[in-house]
């Protein structure tokens, strides 16, 4: 193999795991915003249990 077509092969080498990364960085980037999504609608759940318990008092409602 000459010297041209074992640089091709390494670049091809490397390109095939950068593309490999990026496809696994993206699946992490959707878990992290699907996580990141349900921490939030749990925590507005949490509020709105709290402001409708009947032991809510305007004091212990202004911690949140």
């Known amino acids: 193999m000459s010297s041209l077509q074992q640089r091709i ?3 091809t ?7 490999t ?4 960085l ?3 980037r959707e ?5 990141e999504e ?5 925590k507005q ?4 249990a709290d402001e409708s318990s009947p032991l809510s008092t305007p004091g212990n409602l202004s911690r949140h």
């Open 38 to 42: 349900l921490y939030h609608l749990a």
């Open 9 to 11: 092969a390494a670049v």
């Open 26 to 28: 993206d699946l992490l």
């Open 45 to 48: 759940e949490l509020r709105d």
């Open 31 to 35: 878990q992290v915003r699907k996580a």
């Open 13 to 19: 080498d490397t390109t095939a795991n950068l593309i």
């Open 21 to 24: 990364q990026l496809r696994e």
